[in-house]
């Protein structure tokens, strides 16, 4: 499994880089010619110590010179070619970076209802930030860091044979040992920073709840027991990341352990063989130069492989998100549907919530049945009400109709085309979903309205708002139109939030209206005056409407009581409230509420 989640995050982060390929290898071949120059001056140091020296003392500072000059380009070089890798991997990791980030934002848009019903707001927010720094701190450091620290150890190794065997055998020797200190540290610190991540998330997920909640955390007083929820929270968050971080201090205590007796051999032995005849002064003062490099660069690595961890279980995660697929898939060759009618059918129907938890998470549930076989016809035009006791199956048949799921059992059908075989494009200009929240977005009024038609002119949208009511109220606001209605429309009032949306509706021209509890949050003022805006945006219009208020039923011209996901009663309001069933006591029940 673990293999699997690397070998799908490789994938991911590859896809990536491939757009970007030809700046990936001018950042390399950079990389191998900065790290030349800086292998490069330990041999000009060799050279003057051993020749340039011998021979200044005799009068002749050429070969001193060219040691000096040698050891001075490579510094400007050096300075050069890490100036232009800067730009260039900055560059990288950046566009890297927005691409991950739009492609997960793109793509999450496009999943089904089904999936944001199972993972929350406050996971993709942790996708998004928390795990694409983790990323982010890979792509702008680490990667180089590590290309630099693994080219330096391969070709230090190499000058190393070339100047002295004897010496680099003994410096070769520790690598023994920091080999099975490196996997001992690679399978602790990615358990690790797979918990880091988990966790963080949770962090994220009921900071986000408690922020979008916080009206009801002041109602009811929830500001001491949340602080207690993000502390367990947060320090499982800090214990995760604790434990990853002791990993790293020993794998790094280990390696400058290694790193520290190999010098104290090298300078006990390298002495050794001068004293005896065996190497040059020049070549152990290389030596000792080259082992800060040779060896440096493994703490370095230890910061790599701590920025690569976390970003490995960082991937892994946002990988998972990447690879759920939407349960209410596109079809692969979508039905025209120029000029819907409105006409619904339900063919035995049946449907089973799949209540299962996301491909990134762990496990899954069984299925719950809430809609038993069924079949029902509405035809063009008609305003059917959905009356019923909470969790009857009114809100799901509506989602059915919206194509937020699927069926489980039969087929939904839009003048006899099955919704399945209908573009999703298409399907939401013949199907509109309005339901009691009437989501407003930061923006202005007519923003908000134009979202039923991005192209609709000025002049329609203050046609639309006109026809609903709307547009004597939006002309008196400061700026009219354009006034900003601010975060999640907290300008307006609840029925002037819903006035927009039928506004919307209007504008968007649908064949087909589904309101979900569009007037459950009103006073009686406020469902006045959108009960009114409600049968112009219905008229000519097929409509799906669920309502515990009777007052809006009336404007219905059939009503079907729902128990248990079967239909009990189907007739006309009158006769239905002239009957003795369901729908007559619930009337009657809601005539004695009023008095």
């Known amino acids: 499994m673990n293999l699997a989640l690397a070998a799908r995050s490789r994938r991911l982060l590859w896809s990536l880089v491939r757009p970007y390929r030809v700046r990936a290898v001018a950042a390399v071949l950079l990389v191998i010619v900065d790290n030349t120059t800086m292998v490069a001056v330990p041999l000009f140091v060799a050279r003057g110590l051993d020749t340039g020296v011998r021979n200044a003392l005799g009068g002749n500072w050429i070969p001193l010179l060219l040691a000096v000059a040698g050891v001075t380009g490579c510094a400007l070089l050096g300075g050069i070619t890490t100036f232009a890798f800067v730009r260039i991997s900055g560059r990288l990791s950046q566009n890297v970076l927005f691409d991950l980030r739009m492609r997960v934002f793109e793509h999450v848009q496009r999943l089904s209802i089904a999936f944001h019903e199972n993972y929350t707001s406050g996971k993709i927010v942790a996708r998004l930030t928390s795990d694409l720094e983790s990323l982010e701190d890979l792509l702008d450091r680490a990667l180089n860091d590590a290309l630099s620290a693994v080219l330096s150890v391969l070709t230090i190794a190499v000058v190393l044979v070339w100047l002295d065997v004897p010496l680099a055998l003994v410096v070769l020797a520790g690598f023994v040992p920091l080999v099975y200190v490196t996997r001992w540290a690679q399978r602790h610190q990615r358990a690790g920073y797979r918990r880091t991540r988990g966790a963080i998330a949770k962090v994220v997920v009921h900071f986000v709840e408690v922020m979008a909640g916080i009206r009801a955390v002041h109602a009811f007083r929830r500001e001491e027991r949340n602080e207690t929820l993000l502390a367990q929270e947060d320090s499982i968050y800090c214990a995760a990341n604790t434990s990853a971080l002791r990993g790293m201090a020993t794998y790094i205590g280990w390696a400058r352990l290694i790193q520290n007796v190999s010098t104290v051999l090298i300078l006990v032995f390298g002495a050794w063989r001068v004293i005896h005849g065996h190497t040059e002064i020049g070549v152990l003062a290389a030596f000792l130069l080259y082992l800060r490099q040779f060896y440096g660069p493994v703490d370095e690595l230890a910061q790599v492989f701590n920025s690569y961890q976390s970003a490995a279980a960082a991937l892994e995660r946002v990988s998972g998100v990447l690879e759920e697929q939407p349960s209410v898939p596109e079809p692969a060759q979508p039905r025209a549907l120029d000029r819907p009618r409105g006409e619904l059918c339900f063919q035995n129907v049946g449907f089973e919530y799949p209540a299962r938890r996301t491909q990134a998470e762990e496990g899954e549930g069984q299925p719950i049945p809430v809609l038993p076989t069924f079949s029902l016809t509405i035809p063009a035009g008609q305003i059917v009400a959905l009356v019923g006791a909470t969790g009857a199956g ?163 011209d059939r009503v079907l009581v729902l128990d248990s996901g079967r239909v009990i009663e189907d007739g006309t309001p009158a006769d239905l409230m002239a009957g003795t069933g369901h729908f007559a006591t619930l009337h ?8």
């Open 394 to 556: 009114k809100s799901t048949l509506a989602k059915l109709v919206a194509r937020f799921y699927d069926p489980s059992r039969g087929s939904v059908l839009l003048d006899g085309v099955d919704l399945r075989e209908i573009s999703d494009v298409r399907l939401r200009r013949a199907v509109t979903l309005v339901t009691q929240e009437s989501y407003l977005f930061s923006g202005s009024v007519a923003d908000n309205i134009r979202l039923g038609k991005p192209e609709a002119t000025d002049a329609q949208v203050h046609a639309a708002a006109r026809a609903v009511g709307l547009h004597d109220f939006a002309m008196s606001l400061p700026e009219g139109f354009a006034t900003d209605v601010r975060k999640r429309g907290g300008r307006l009032s609840a029925g002037q939030r819903q006035l927009v949306a039928f506004a919307r509706v209007f504008l968007a021209d649908p064949a087909v209206i589904v309101l979900d509890e569009a007037t459950s949050s009103l006073d009686i003022p406020g469902e006045r005056q959108v009960q009114h805006a409600l049968e112009t945006v219905l008229r000519d219009r097929t409509a799906v409407i669920i309502a515990h208020r009777l007052s809006t039923v009336a404007i219905a």
């Open 588 to 595: 009657t029940a809601w005539r004695e509420s009023l008095v």
